[in-house]
Nanobody
Framework: VQLQASGGGLVQAGGSLRLSCAAS????????MGWFRRAPGKEREFVAG????????RYADSVKGRFTISRDNAKNMVYLQMNNLKPEDTAVYYC??????????????????WGQGTLVTVSS
């Protein structure tokens, strides 16, 4: 079972990036999926989550209006479109899946599958 995140890189403030997460090894269509991030010297924090159907989403206050999470269950893919990036968005971003969650949750302990992370660096 694997979550493979990609799409990170270096971008100037105000720019955009699209992260992708490819899930393999099992079907994740029934799972809550999401993204966390860890900035240098900080704890992991919840960024965005999406329900199994895609009909419900939730975002951290710091990214609302700038980030959009989506999923394609037929392809076992999850995406995070990040617009108007800020230097404080610099972090390693992790794709996650929660097979036992009934709703989108903030605590990282609720998610039992984690990808390897992709680095996003936003320059000022």
């Amino acid at each position: 079972v694997q979550l493979q995140a990609s799409g990170g890189g270096l971008v100037q403030a105000g720019g955009s990036l699209r992260l992708s997460c490819a899930a393999s090894g099992r079907t994740f269509s029934g799972d809550i999926m999401g993204w966390f991030r860890r900035a240098p010297g900080k704890e992991r924090e919840f960024v965005a989550g999406i329900s199994w159907s895609g009909g419900s989403t939730r975002y951290a206050d710091s990214v609302k209006g700038r980030f959009t999470i989506s999923r394609d269950n037929a392809k076992n893919m999850v995406y995070l479109q990040m617009n108007n990036l800020k230097p404080e968005d610099t972090a390693v971003y992790y794709c996650v899946a929660g097979s036992r969650l009934w709703t989108i949750a903030d605590p990282p302990q609720g998610y039992d599958y984690w990808g390897q992370g992709t680095l996003v660096t936003v320059s000022s």
